[in-house]
């Protein structure tokens, strides 16, 4: 909270938003902009998309906001982190992880791009793998392997395999650190998913479009899951952020003028 003010400022292609720097591309510019990447070759690609409680999070402990900014792309997933920008005069696109997941699996069947699933639980990774070949029945789908783990998990195959796309869903930041950890393990894109599996395979069922357009999944995916509401914290506690740095900022303004 005693970072620059207002606490958002340009920093080449990134907007940094109380020091978490965010890539504010629209969902299908990302999509073709790691598209062109992997076709370049490139590997080790970290994707995070951190939702309102990942940025109050890192708003609270420096180490969370180091992890993020390890990423080549951390993208605007939840309504709050987008009217956080807004409040001081940008624009982030919402991109929620689950869509950026999929387009990306949808890519990849297009491209011939390898596609592997890490994390949740084994029934679940399962189903969300059947469900996603079902939708894109030219993907290369290399593998899955579920998240509760000791070690290192599936390191040695994903070596063997080196997929194209590594989707990890254990959520934050255990799946952040997980990725970064292993981020030379031969996979091109290796991107934190959270509860996409979850969505996939049926066991969460996504919110109406209508809500999604609203802004108001966060609270959607609560009623679905009730282990979710006690992350609810995180709204009021953005809201409370974006009110004082808002307030700080129009004062110092108004001191200078």
Request: glycine share 10%; with cysteine.
């Given at each position: 909270?005693?970072?620059?003010?207002?606490?958002?400022?340009?920093?080449?292609?990134?907007?940094?938003?109380?020091?978490?720097?965010?890539?504010?591309?629209?969902?299908?510019?990302?999509?073709?902009?790691?598209?062109?990447?992997?076709?370049e070759?490139?590997?080790?690609?970290?994707?995070f998309?951190?939702?309102?409680?990942g940025?109050?999070?890192?708003?609270?402990?420096?180490?969370?906001?180091?992890?993020?900014n390890?990423?080549?792309?951390?993208?605007?997933?939840?309504?709050?982190?987008?009217?956080?920008?807004?409040?001081?005069?940008?624009?982030?696109?919402?991109?929620?992880?689950v869509?950026?997941?999929?387009?990306?699996?949808?890519?990849?069947?297009?491209?011939?791009?390898?596609?592997?699933?890490?994390g949740?639980?084994?029934?679940?990774?399962?189903?969300?793998?059947?469900?996603?070949?079902?939708?894109?029945?030219?993907?290369?789908?290399?593998?899955?392997?579920?998240?509760?783990?000791?070690?290192?998990?599936?390191?040695?195959?994903?070596?063997?395999?080196s997929?194209?796309?590594?989707?990890?869903?254990?959520?934050?930041?255990?799946?952040?650190?997980w990725?970064?950890?292993?981020?030379?393990?031969?996979?091109?894109?290796?991107?934190?998913?959270?509860?996409?599996?979850?969505?996939?395979?049926?066991?969460?069922?996504?919110?109406?479009?209508?809500?999604?357009?609203?802004?108001?999944?966060?609270?959607?995916?609560?009623?679905?899951?009730?282990?979710?509401v006690?992350?609810?914290?995180?709204?009021?506690?953005?809201?409370?952020?974006?009110?004082?740095?808002?307030?700080?900022?129009?004062?110092?303004?108004?001191?200078?003028?």
């Amino acid at each position: 909270m005693k970072g620059p003010t207002p606490p958002i400022r340009r920093r080449g292609e990134h907007l940094e938003l109380w020091g978490v720097r965010f890539t504010p591309l629209p969902l299908l510019d990302l999509v073709e902009e790691l598209r062109r990447r992997l076709r370049e070759g490139k590997r080790g690609i970290v994707v995070f998309t951190p939702d309102a409680r990942g940025l109050s999070l890192a708003i609270l402990e420096k180490e969370l906001r180091t992890l993020l900014n390890a990423a080549q792309y951390v993208v605007c997933d939840g309504i709050g982190v987008s009217l956080a920008a807004r409040a001081f005069g940008e624009q982030l696109p919402r991109v929620a992880g689950v869509d950026l997941a999929w387009e990306l699996c949808r890519m990849a069947a297009e491209e011939g791009f390898s596609v592997y699933l890490l994390g949740a639980r084994p029934e679940v990774v399962k189903k969300a793998a059947v469900a996603l070949t079902g939708a894109f029945p030219g993907l290369r789908l290399v593998g899955y392997h579920h998240g509760f783990f000791s070690g290192e998990g599936p390191v040695e195959e994903l070596r063997a395999l080196s997929p194209e796309i590594l989707l990890v869903g254990m959520g934050f930041p255990k799946q952040e650190r997980w990725i970064l950890a292993h981020r030379r393990c031969g996979a091109g894109i290796l991107m934190g998913v959270g509860s996409t599996f979850d969505i996939w395979s049926g066991r969460l069922p996504r919110a109406p479009k209508w809500v999604r357009k609203a802004g108001f999944e966060w609270l959607w995916r609560a009623f679905q899951d009730p282990r979710r509401v006690r992350k609810l914290w995180a709204v009021p506690f953005l809201l409370g952020c974006i009110a004082y740095s808002w307030t700080r900022w129009r004062v110092k303004v108004l001191f200078r003028s």
